[in-house]
């Protein structure tokens, strides 16, 4: 099932697409989404990562419970969802064995 349209958030949308260009150019930025139940968070916030994977950006999702009291939780979902749990545990990060590089003409090993 497609979700439905998104009405009425064109200022919100603008505002995330001028965070996502400056994501780009490699400048900080931070977005908060905070709100009332049910005025569409989790919609607008589907709408930027859509966005933003459509634009070639690679996307950390993390998520919280109300009940939690575990410091930095979403941080911690999303940064060992995407295998970077190290950054947290204080652990040594894996070990690269190899590493390749790709283009349309070539491949190169760097080990």
């Known amino acids: 099932m497609e979700a439905p349209h998104l009405v009425g958030r ?4 603008e505002t995330l697409g001028v965070a996502i260009q400056k994501m780009k ?3 900080g930025c931070a977005i908060f989404v905070s709100g009332e139940a049910g005025i569409g968070k989790t919609h607008l916030t589907n709408e930027l990562i859509s966005i933003a994977q459509a634009d070639g950006m690679h996307i950390l999702r993390g998520w919280c419970l109300a009940e939690s009291l575990e410091p930095l939780m979403p941080m911690r979902n999303a940064f060992r969802d995407a295998g970077l749990d190290h950054l947290f ?8 064995l190899s590493l390749y590089l790709m283009t349309s003409t070539a491949t190169r090993s760097l080990t």
Do not use: R, S, V
Request: no cysteine; hydrophobic share 15%.
């Open 10 to 13: 064109k200022d919100e949308l």
């Open 25 to 27: 150019k490699g400048e």
């Open 89 to 96: 545990t204080g652990k040594n990060p894996p070990k690269l």
